[in-house]
C-alpha cells in the first residue's frame, strides 16, 4: 500500500470542566466571614463587660462631628448631648491652654427650666462656670510653673561646680504656700557667722542661684529667717528674734542685688526658733536657715467676682 493511501486519523481532545477543585478563592471568602465572626463575638464579649458610663464614652468617642446640639435630654441621641463638643476628634488641634482648662459643668434640663436663658441668673451661673474654670487653670499653670523652677535649680546645683559642692545645704520642697527653699546650716559650715547679719560667701553663692530661678517667675517671694533654740543672754536687747530677722533681710538684699525687683518681695520675717526644722533637736545646726518661699499667687479675678 502506497503512504498516500493511508488513512487519516483525527483526534478531538474534549476538554471537561467541573471534575476536582474549583481553585482557591472559596477559601479566601471562608477566611473573611471566620475573620468577620471573631469580630463580631469579641464585640459582643466587649460590650458585655463593660458598665453604662463606659458604652456612652465610647459612644461620645466614635459619634460624628456633624451631629447639632441638642436641647432635651430625652429621646434625643446620646441623652441630648453633642459628641461634636467633646473630644479631640471633633475639636481638631488644641492648644495646651485649653488641654490645661477643665471642661465647663453643664446645666440639666431640671436648671434650664427654674433658670431661663437670658435671665440675669443664668448669666451669673455662666459667669461663675467660667471664673471657676479659669482659677482651676491658672491653678494648674502655676503648679507647673513651680515643678519646672524646683527641678532648674535641682540641675543647675547638679551642673555647676560652684553649687555642687553645697547642694547638701539646700532642701527644695512643695508646700500649700508655693515652692520652699531653705539654706540651711550644716556643721561646721554655716550659712552666717555666729552671731552675724551679713551672709558668707557660701550663702550669698546659694542665693544668687535662688534669685537666678526665681526671676524667670512672676510669682512674689516670702522670705524667713531661722535660728536654733540657743537662749539669748539675760536681759539682752538683741535676741534671736531681732537676729533672724536681720539675716531674713540682708538676705533680701542679696535677692536684689541679683535681679529680683522690689514689686516681688511680699514679706521678710524673723521665726527664731519658733519653726525648728529639727523639732527632736531644736539646737542643731540645721534648725539656722534662710527659707525663700516662691508663693502660689491668686488670679486676678473679672470685676464683681471674689476668689
Same mark, same amino acid.
Given at each position: 500500500m502506497a503512504a498516500s493511501d493511508q488513512p487519516i486519523v483525527i483526534k478531538k481532545v474534549i476538554k471537561r470542566g467541573g471534575g476536582g477543585h474549583h481553585g482557591g478563592a472559596w477559601k479566601v471568602a471562608y477566611a473573611d466571614f471566620v475573620t468577620a465572626m471573631m469580630a463580631f463575638f469579641l464585640l459582643m464579649w466587649l460590650i458585655n463587660t463593660t458598665d453604662p458610663d463606659q458604652k456612652r464614652g465610647i459612644a461620645d468617642y466614635f459619634a460624628p462631628a456633624s451631629v447639632s446640639p441638642s436641647n432635651s435630654g430625652s429621646g434625643a441621641p446620646l441623652a441630648g448631648t453633642a459628641p461634636g463638643d467633646d473630644g479631640?476628634?471633633?475639636?481638631? *488641634?488644641?492648644?495646651?491652654?485649653?488641654? /490645661? $482648662?477643665?471642661?465647663?459643668?453643664?446645666?440639666?434640663?431640671?436648671?434650664?427650666?427654674?433658670?431661663? *436663658?437670658?435671665?440675669?441668673?443664668?448669666v451669673d451661673s455662666v459667669n461663675e462656670i467660667s471664673s471657676s474654670a479659669m482659677v482651676e487653670a491658672r491653678q494648674r499653670r502655676d503648679a507647673a510653673e513651680l515643678h519646672s523652677a524646683a527641678e532648674s535649680l535641682r540641675q543647675a546645683m547638679q551642673d555647676l561646680p560652684e553649687l555642687a559642692e553645697l547642694s547638701n545645704h539646700v532642701l527644695i520642697d512643695e508646700t500649700p504656700e508655693g515652692l520652699r527653699i531653705q539654706l540651711v546650716d550644716q556643721e561646721g559650715r554655716p550659712m552666717f557667722?555666729?552671731?552675724?547679719?551679713?551672709?558668707? *560667701?557660701?550663702?550669698?553663692?546659694?542665693?544668687?542661684?535662688?534669685?537666678?530661678?526665681?526671676?524667670?517667675?512672676?510669682?512674689?517671694?516670702?522670705? $524667713?529667717?531661722?535660728?536654733?533654740?540657743?537662749?539669748?543672754?539675760?536681759?539682752?536687747?538683741?535676741?534671736?528674734?531681732? /537676729?533672724?530677722?536681720?539675716?531674713?533681710?540682708?538676705?533680701? $538684699?542679696? /535677692?536684689?542685688?541679683?535681679?529680683?525687683?522690689?514689686?516681688?518681695?511680699?514679706?521678710?520675717?524673723?521665726?527664731?526658733?519658733? *519653726?525648728?526644722?529639727?523639732?527632736?533637736?531644736?539646737?542643731?545646726?540645721?534648725?539656722?536657715?534662710?527659707?525663700?518661699?516662691?508663693?502660689?499667687?491668686?488670679?486676678?479675678?473679672?470685676?464683681?467676682?471674689?476668689?
Open positions: 479631640v476628634q471633633g475639636a481638631g *488641634e488644641t492648644s495646651p491652654r485649653e488641654l /490645661l $482648662a477643665p471642661s465647663a459643668p453643664q446645666l440639666n434640663d431640671r436648671d434650664r427650666q427654674q433658670v431661663p *436663658e437670658g435671665s440675669p441668673q443664668a557667722e555666729p552671731g552675724a547679719v551679713v551672709p558668707n *560667701e557660701r550663702a550669698i553663692t546659694l542665693l544668687r542661684a535662688v534669685a537666678r530661678i526665681a526671676e524667670r517667675l512672676p510669682n512674689r517671694l516670702s522670705i $524667713a529667717g531661722h535660728t536654733d533654740s540657743a537662749p539669748s543672754a539675760p536681759g539682752a536687747d538683741y535676741t534671736n528674734w531681732e /537676729l533672724s530677722a536681720d539675716r531674713a533681710n540682708a538676705a533680701r $538684699a542679696v /535677692l536684689q542685688r541679683t535681679g529680683i525687683t522690689d514689686d516681688r518681695i511680699y514679706e521678710v520675717r524673723g521665726k527664731a526658733g519658733s *519653726e525648728p526644722l529639727y523639732p527632736d533637736d531644736p539646737y542643731m545646726p540645721g534648725n539656722r536657715r534662710i527659707s525663700v518661699v516662691l508663693l502660689r499667687e491668686a488670679p486676678v479675678m473679672p470685676s464683681g467676682h471674689e476668689l
